[in-house]
Antibody, heavy 120, light 109 residues
Framework: QLQLQESGPGLVKPSETLSLTCTVSGGSISSSSYYWGWIRQPPGKGLEWIGSIYYSGSTYYNPSLKSRVTISVDTSKNQFSLKLSSVTAADTAVYYC????????????WGRGTLVTVSS | EIVLTQSPGTLSLSPGERATLSCRAS???????LAWYQQKPGQAPRLLIY???SRATGIPDRFSGSGSGTDFTLTISRLEPEDFAVYYCQQYGSSTGITFGQGTRLEIK
């Protein structure tokens, strides 16, 4: 069955760029049924959607983060990636990747999440 | 941006009781684009309800969703011990993107 797994550095310095990759297994990222999304959750706080991408490369982003976010897709590797620039301590969070249903835009399958800490 | 406000912030109930969780939107949301999630400590969220009232695969029928416009409700008919968790609502709007509510913590009384 479909599984998602986040990977990337657990520690990023302030002002640098956070980079994460989500690997999709058990299915194709080129499915017409899904966007693929990133969501984050600061420690002890709620969920914040970052953005989503379709296999064609079409994206939509959270307006509050749009200026710092780039999401890309690599269909040959069945992966999609997140880059968040100019990070601060406020970007410290567990970052999740998830499948984002095309029809109703819910997130029905999530990765386990990866904690990224922004600190010098 | 559409803001989702969940109430109460914390709900204290006993197993076997009925839980009613509210999600209110700052402007009208299409029912098709309203979802509910359950999150337990150290775990990723789990989809419970989509399209305001459709249960996701494998979700017990004690979970139900209802509502339209700006007011949506998640009801758990008879609480089981494993239902005590944090619950989030989520909406999608074509011009505003995706937002989540701040969550309701359901705790054992």
């Amino acid at each position: 069955q479909l599984q998602l797994q986040e990977s990337g550095p657990g520690l990023v310095k302030p002002s640098e760029t956070l980079s994460l990759t989500c690997t999709v297994s058990g299915g194709s990222i080129s499915s017409s049924s899904y966007y693929w999304g990133w969501i984050r959750q600061p420690p002890g706080k709620g969920l914040e959607w970052i953005g989503s991408i379709y296999y064609s490369g079409s994206t939509y982003y959270n307006p509050s983060l749009k200026s710092r976010v780039t999401i890309s897709v690599d269909t040959s590797k069945n992966q999609f990636s997140l880059k968040l620039s100019s990070v601060t301590a406020a970007d410290t969070a567990v970052y999740y990747c998830a499948s984002n249903a095309m029809t109703y835009r819910y997130f029905d399958l999530w990765g386990r999440g990866t904690l990224v800490t922004v600190s010098s | 941006e559409i803001v989702l406000t969940q109430s109460p912030g914390t709900l204290s109930l006993s197993p076997g009781e009925r839980a009613t969780l509210s999600c209110r939107a700052s402007q009208s949301v299409s029912s098709s684009y309203l979802a509910w999630y359950q999150q337990k400590p150290g775990q990723a969220p789990r989809l419970l309800i989509y399209g305001a009232s459709s249960r996701a695969t494998g979700i017990p029928d004690r979970f139900s969703g209802s509502g339209s416009g700006t007011d949506f409700t998640l009801t758990i008919s008879r609480l089981e011990p494993e239902d005590f968790a944090v619950y989030y609502c989520q909406q999608y709007g074509s011009s505003t993107g995706i937002t989540f509510g701040q969550g309701t913590r359901l705790e054992i009384k």
